[in-house]
C-alpha cells in the first residue's frame, strides 16, 4: 500500500523540490495511464502460410541505479526492487511478445528472478553482465548488470548466443589511436546476440511446402551504450564494432544452421536496445542510412580514422563511412516522444531496428498518452504504473 504522507527529499533546485513534491503528493490517487495505441502499418497480407513474431526492447532499470538519490521525485517503494520486478513482470505478460530484449539486468535478478518467472509465462533466457564482473568477487559478481534475451520456447529455439564486449574490441581494433584505448576501451558496455529458429508452431495458415522454409534463421541483436552525452565518439564507436560484429555473426549463422546454398542476406535481422542516442545523433543516422560522414561532429574532432578502418577492414580511410546492414527503425519516432522519461532527460533513445529485405513490420505499440502525464504532475519515472525511468519499445514482424 502506497502512503499518502509527502515525502520531501533535499534537491538542490527549489523548484524541482517543488515538482517533485507535487508528484509524491498525488502518487497514490494517480488513475492508472490509458493503454498505449497499437500503430499498424500499410502491408499486404497475401494468401498462404505466415509468420508473425513480436519483440520488446526494455531497459528494466537496475536496482543499482534505482535509489532515493537518482530519483527523488520517486516514492521508495517505486524504486524497490519487489515492487517493480513484479510490475516488469507484469508488463511483459500483459504485452505477451515472442522475443524480449532486456537492459540493465542484474545478474541475479536474471538467475533468481526474471528466468524462473518467465519460464512460467513460456519463455527461456540467456544472460551476459558488463565486462567489469569478470574482474570482481563472486559476490560483487551478481550485481553487476547486462543484456538479456528471452524468447517464447513455443515458436522459437536457441541454436547459439554469443556476448560482445567493446572494450575488448576496441582494444583489438585501435590501430595506434590513442583515443581508442584511452576513451572507448575504458567503457565495459556489452552487446549480445540469440541465433534463433523458427519452430512449425510460429507459423499460421498451414506450413511451407518446403520443410527446410519452417526454421527460419532470426538473429537477435541487442545492446546497451555508453551513457554520458559528453562520450558520444565512444558511442559511434560502440556502434561501428556492433555492426561490425553482426557481419561476422551473420556469416557464422549460415554455418551454424546447418543447410546448404544459405547466404548471410537471408537471415533475419533484429537490433535493439537502449543505444543512449536521440534521433538526430550519429549513431541514429549511421544505422538508419547505413552511412556517417568522416568528419561528423559526434567524433568531437578526435581522430579515429585509422581504427575505424580496422573495424571495417578498409586499407585506407575514407570520407564516408559505410554500413551494409541497410537497417529501418520498426517504429515512427514522430509518434514517439520519449523512450526515457525522468526530470532530467526525457527523449527518445530506445530502438528496435531490422533489416527489410525478408522481414516486415506489421505494428508497433505507439505514445502513452502525454496528457497523462501532465494531469498527474509526473516529472519523471518509475511511480506505481511505470516501473522503470524508460518505456518498453514493441513491434511485430512478418517474415516474408
Known amino acids: 500500500m502506497y502512503s ?65 538519490q537518482r530519483y527523488p521525485y520517486c516514492l521508495e517503494d517505486c524504486l524497490n526492487w519487489e515492487t517493480r520486478g513484479q510490475s516488469i513482470i507484469n508488463e511483459i505478460e500483459y504485452y505477451n511478445c515472442d522475443v524480449l530484449c532486456l537492459q540493465e539486468v542484474e545478474n541475479k535478478v536474471f538467475h533468481e528472478y526474471l528466468l524462473p518467472a518467465l519460464e512460467t509465462l513460456g ?54 589511436c590513442d583515443d581508442m584505448l ?17 519452430t512449425a508452431a510460429a507459423w499460421n495458415d498451414g506450413l511451407p511446402e518446403n520443410s527446410w522454409d519452417v526454421e527460419q534463421l532470426v538473429l537477435i541483436t541487442t545492446t546497451h551504450l555508453h551513457w554520458n552525452p559528453a562520450f558520444c565518439d565512444v558511442k559511434l564507436l560502440q556502434t561501428f564494432l556492433l555492426t561490425s560484429e553482426i557481419n561476422k555473426m551473420l556469416e557464422k549463422a549460415c554455418i551454424l544452421s546447418g543447410k546448404d546454398n544459405i547466404a548471410s542476406s537471408d537471415i533475419k535481422l533484429i537490433v535493439c536496445g537502449d543505444f543512449n542516442s536521440k534521433t538526430d545523433s550519429g549513431v541514429y543516422e549511421f544505422l538508419v542510412t547505413g552511412q556517417l560522414a568522416a568528419d561528423h561532429p559526434d567524433f568531437r574532432n578526435l581522430n579515429y580514422r585509422d581504427a575505424v578502418s ?42 528496435i531496428f531490422y533489416r527489410p529485405s525478408n522481414i516486415q513490420p506489421i505494428g508497433f505499440y505507439g505514445m502513452m498518452d502525454v496528457q497523462w502525464f501532465i494531469e498527474n504532475g509526473i516529472v519523471g519515472c518509475p511511480n506505481r504504473y511505470i516501473p522503470s525511468d524508460h518505456l518498453p519499445v514493441i513491434a511485430a514482424f512478418k517474415i516474408v
Open 4 to 68: 499518502t504522507k509527502t515525502v520531501e527529499r533535499t534537491i538542490e533546485d527549489p523548484t524541482k523540490s517543488m515538482l517533485c513534491k507535487v508528484q509524491l503528493e498525488h502518487s497514490d490517487y494517480t488513475p492508472p495511464p490509458p493503454d498505449r495505441p497499437w500503430i499498424s502499418c500499410d502491408i499486404e497480407m497475401k494468401p498462404g502460410p505466415y509468420c508473425i513474431f513480436s519483440v520488446m526492447s526494455y531497459n528494466t532499470l537496475s536496482s543499482s541505479y534505482a535509489s532515493p
Open 123 to 176: 519463455y527461456s533466457g540467456v544472460f551476459a553482465p558488463k565486462s567489469r564482473a569478470k574482474t570482481m568477487s563472486s559476490a560483487k559478481q551478481r550485481l553487476v548488470d547486462g543484456c538479456a534475451i528471452f524468447w517464447k520456447t513455443e515458436k522459437f529455439t536457441l541454436i547459439a548466443h554469443e556476448l560482445i564486449e567493446f572494450n575488448l574490441l576496441a582494444m583489438e581494433n585501435h590501430a595506434g
Open 182 to 198: 584511452n576513451r572507448v576501451a575504458l567503457r565495459d558496455n556489452i552487446g549480445l546476440f540469440g541465433l534463433l529458429k523458427t
Open 310 to 351: 580496422k573495424i571495417f577492414g578498409n586499407p585506407k580511410s575514407t570520407d564516408t563511412i559505410q554500413s551494409n546492414l541497410n537497417l529501418l527503425s520498426a517504429c515512427n519516432e514522430m509518434d514517439m516522444l520519449f523512450t526515457n522519461y525522468t526530470y532530467y532527460f526525457k527523449a527518445v533513445i530506445d530502438f
